[in-house]
């Protein structure tokens, strides 16, 4: 495989952590309300302001998780990638890495967005 490889998966999993950090962050904060936009959009989190705030708050462990993840994997196969170009050799690591690393933020994000549905579900039952 060539080296390369590991920059530009590096890139966008570096990408992905950053987006995924700032949704939290801007969430958290209060700054983004129910929108269509940006967050975790499920029937149960747009039912209403509380469950959005609820289901968020619940997953934000998760999406913490999630986005030093997609860091940790994005800076290792930027490093994979440099490494391996400098050696001038071919690895499959430079791939199977942050292959590797992708597959796990979105299992981290399909968990997160079950855990915000499940808390916005319990939340609407408990506004009725």
Do not use: C
């Amino acid at each position: 495989m060539d080296p390369v490889a590991g920059f530009t998966f590096g890139a966008g999993l570096l990408t992905l952590g950053a987006v995924v950090h700032y949704m939290k962050s801007q969430v958290a904060s209060g700054s983004i309300h129910r929108n269509s936009a940006i967050g975790i959009r499920t029937k149960a989190t747009m039912s209403s302001d509380h469950a959005w705030q609820a289901g968020h708050a619940s997953a934000a462990p998760m999406l913490t998780v999630t986005f030093l993840t997609a860091y940790a994997t994005g800076a290792l196969s930027l490093a994979l990638g440099l490494a391996l170009t400098l050696s001038d050799t071919e690895n499959a690591a430079v791939v199977i890495v942050p292959s590797a690393g992708l597959v796990g933020v979105l299992g981290l994000l399909t968990a997160a967005a079950i855990k915000a549905n499940s808390t916005a579900r319990a939340v609407g039952h408990s506004d009725r």
